[in-house]
């Protein structure tokens, strides 16, 4: 059940072109940030880094990030010769990439804090 309510809530409270920064009112970020390929894969690593060290909040923001320059890359990308199509379609595939990793670590974050919620409950319980 939990796991159903967070997908209803990611699907249709969190648009996939929305960071998690901009939802929280920690930094102002225009829809699409700007950026290099540089930029998208750094927020990559640092994404990665992030769910290896289970800050699952942090992680999403840097995945959503990658996204939205990926996005930005692939609306500005010109597609006249066949390269320039495989590449926007590149960038447009890695943007998808990033929202599946940025929704799977939005589930860790939410599940995570279930689990530490419950296990206080059942503590103050027993005291």
């Not at 290099?36 to 959503?64: C, P, V």
């Not at 599940?111 to 059942?122: D, N, P, Q």
């Amino acid at each position: 059940r939990t796991g159903h309510l967070v997908l209803v809530l990611l699907n249709f409270l969190i648009p996939p072109c929305t960071s998690l920064v901009s939802i929280l009112g920690t930094e102002e970020m225009s829809e699409n940030e700007k950026g290099t390929i540089d930029d998208a894969l750094e927020l990559l690593r640092k994404g990665k880094q992030s769910e290896k060290n289970r800050q699952f909040w942090d992680a999403a923001d840097h995945f959503i990030r990658g996204r939205s320059i990926l996005q930005s890359l692939a609306a500005s990308q010109a597609r006249d010769s066949e390269e320039e199509r495989q590449i926007a379609s590149l960038y447009e595939e890695k943007s998808k990439e990033y929202l599946v990793q940025s929704r799977k670590t939005i589930i860790d974050a939410i599940t995570m804090e279930v689990k530490e919620k419950e296990e206080r409950f059942f503590e103050d319980l027993n005291e």
